[in-house]
T-cell receptor, first 108, second 114 residues
């Protein structure tokens, strides 16, 4: 079993829909990252969380440390949100452990 | 603007040849990392360096080598000993590992062995 699990693996949405991507982890962590990878391959850091909730534009990230779970929400989704979203945790060993990603496609 | 530059974006190599991937950062970050990405798998750590002239093996270091002669640069050499080198390679950097700091990633190099 992977130490970081994401669901779903693939997600298709119509423009304007509310989207949720989930991340569960099984190790102790100091921080959790949400990353966005576009088709060209480059990765952009969206959020770094150690507790609670963060919001940036239409993106919201939450984390529940007790339940070892985080969610990434996209409100009013747009085709330009189409990308792979990756959850990564900074383990207490200082190692960064990555999920396998959620591929999101938003259609007009 | 500060960031990480990886070059080249695409690289083709013949079997048996060594090839070096470049990673340069102007963020004044101490720590630098090399990851490999394969379809359907999470990024896996190849090597990392937390300070100049020092580096450590990651989870899949076999067949790879690195150097850290300057703070700004962390080149990765894929040697002929790497059995399955075709993959997407990402470089990242961050401030010291203690504490909660964000990571900056490069745009990646896609290596294909022909």
């Amino acid at each position: 079993k992977n130490e970081v699990e994401q669901s779903p693996q693939n997600l298709t949405a119509q423009e304007g829909e509310f989207i949720t991507i989930n991340c569960s982890y099984s190790v102790g962590i100091s921080a959790l990252h949400w990353l966005q990878q576009h088709p060209g391959g480059g990765i952009v850091s969206l959020f770094m969380l150690s507790s609670g909730k963060k919001k940036h534009g239409r993106l919201i990230a939450t984390i529940n440390i007790q339940e070892k779970h985080s969610s990434l929400h996209i409100t009013a989704s747009h085709p330009r949100d189409s990308a792979v979203y990756i959850c990564a945790v900074k383990a207490n060993t200082d190692k960064l452990i990555f999920g396998t990603g959620t591929r999101l496609q938003v259609f007009p | 603007d500060g960031g990480i530059t990886q070059s080249p974006k695409y690289l083709f190599r013949k079997e048996g040849q060594n090839v070096t991937l470049s990673c340069e950062q102007n963020l004044n970050h101490d720590a630098m990392y090399w990851y490999r990405q394969d379809p359907g798998q999470g990024l896996r750590l190849i090597y990392y360096s937390q300070i100049v002239n020092d580096f450590q093996k990651g989870d899949i270091a076999e067949g790879y080598s690195v150097s850290r002669e300057k703070k700004e640069s962390f080149p990765l050499t894929v040697t002929s000993a790497q059995k399955n080198p075709t993959a997407f390679y990402l470089c990242a950097s961050t401030l010291p590992s203690r504490g909660v700091y964000g990571y900056t990633f490069g745009s990646g190099t896609r290596l294909t062995v022909v």
